[in-house]
């Protein structure tokens, strides 16, 4: 079955770039009939969509992120991953990877990845 | 932008139902999903009204909505459904996925 898994450095510092893959197994990024997915949870906060991308690599992000980030695929892999820049306090949290079921923007996230906490130090 | 209200806290008795409420301005109009998210686990998808959610989601979850409400049953609660449920939806104006803040679920 597929799965999803994150990786990445778990501390950034503020102002520098944040980078996270997300591996997945089982089934292709590039094909299919999905489009895959970042969403954060900042501590004791709900979840916040970053932003999904394509299999054909094509993208849309988050209008209050949209300027410091992207979204890019590496088909060698099959992962896609996760650029931040300028990162702040703010933008520490546990990042989720996740599947969207289908092409539509209004599809379900119904396969999620375990998660990667992430801390911005200043 | 869309705001998406979902109560904090909810408690109910085992074996007991659970309605776990989403509100938003026509909301019955919009896709809507529900996830709950188990503490140190990943968030899992447990009902969308549009669309088929994974292999293993229990019968014990429905949904209904209307104009401006949507709400998630939970019936004959058990320990193991004890989560934070947040309802999402995509809104067409601002282009964005918007997750609700949220319902506590304790099970009694």
């Known amino acids: 079955q597929v799965q999803l898994q994150e990786s990445g450095p778990g501390l950034v510092k503020a102002s520098e770039t944040l980078s996270l893959s997300c591996h997945v197994s089982?089934?292709?990024?590039?094909?299919?009939?999905?489009?895959w997915g970042w969403v954060r949870q900042p501590p004791g906060k709900t979840l916040e969509w970053i932003g999904s991308?394509?299999?054909?690599?094509?993208?849309y992000f988050s209008p209050s992120l949209k300027g410091r980030i992207d979204i890019s695929k590496d088909t060698s892999n099959n992962q896609f991953s996760l650029r931040l820049t300028s990162v702040t306090a703010a933008d520490t949290g546990v990042y989720y990877c996740?599947?969207?079921?289908?092409?539509?923007?209004?599809?379900?996230?119904?396969?999620w990845g375990q998660g990667a906490l992430v801390t911005v130090s200043s | 932008s869309y705001v998406v209200t979902q109560p904090p806290s909810l408690s109910v008795a085992p074996g007991a139902t659970a309605n776990l409420s989403c509100a938003g301005s026509?909301?019955?109009?919009?896709?809507i999903h529900w996830y709950h998210h188990k503490a140190g686990q990943a968030p899992a998808m447990v009902f969308s009204?549009?669309?088929v959610g994974p292999s293993g989601i229990p019968e014990r979850f429905s949904g209904s909505k209307s104009d401006n409400t949507a709400i998630l049953t939970i019936t004959s609660v058990e320990a193991g459904d004890e989560a934070d449920y947040f309802c999402?939806?995509?809104?067409?104006?601002?282009?964005?996925?918007?997750f609700g803040g949220g319902t506590k679920l304790t099970v009694l």
């Open positions: 991308m394509y299999p054909t690599g094509s993208a």
């Open positions: 999402q939806v995509w809104d067409d104006s601002s282009d964005r996925v918007v």
């Open positions: 009204y549009e669309y």
């Open positions: 089982g089934g292709s990024i590039s094909s299919g009939t999905s489009h």
């Open positions: 996740a599947r969207i079921q289908c092409f539509s923007p209004n599809c379900p996230f119904d396969l």
């Open positions: 026509n909301i019955g109009t919009k896709n």
